[in-house]
């Protein structure tokens, strides 16, 4: 499977209008946390996140929130963000902007959030400006870095040197609360956690 850890500048200034990453004006970076709520992988991310004092950002499928709305609650209560990740995990490129842009809207009647990551990353600039158009004040946030935790021909600890060996102040990380990601997001989250423990960066949510 090919893909890149981190996102190059030239991608970054093609989608301009979406968020890659935040102003590294201070010490802090972003975790987020894509395709939950999960049954277990994300009570565990909320335990994980409560022991370092963490704050993160999840990004959660509408199906899902009405499948599991105690752990959505959960999230809420903790002082997380959250964000809308289509109702189904609708790939944007393989879908009819109207189709898209109702799935989106469908999310949004379980997630109230100006915050939006398409899955997979795939979304075409026009529908990127009927979103804006359809939800005033939305943003588009994308990564910097991806942990990798959705690949399964990796281990966790190849998705912990991911993230550490290029973490800096401003980046937006991407893990998965999801049963495919459980393995390595398991082993890869609390040793991220450490290691922004140890080198003082403050973990806020978007």
Known sequence: MFYLTKTPGIIKAIYSSCIWDMPASTNAVYLTF???????????????????GAKGTFFCIGKNVIAYPEIYQRILEEGHSIGNHTHNHVNGWKTSTEKYIENV??????????????????????????????????KIIMWDLLSGDFDTDINGEACVQNVVFKLKPGAIVVFHDSTKAWERLSYALPRVLEFCKKQKFELRAL
Request: charged content about 25%.
């Open 34 to 52: 894509d395709d939950g709520p999960h049954p277990e992988a994300t009570p565990f991310v909320l335990d994980q996140l409560k022991k370092y």
């Open 105 to 138: 809207m469908l999310a949004r009647e379980y997630i109230d959030s100006p915050l939006f990551r398409p899955p997979y990353g795939r979304i075409t600039p026009f529908q990127i400006r009927m979103l804006k158009k359809q939800i005033p004040g939305a």
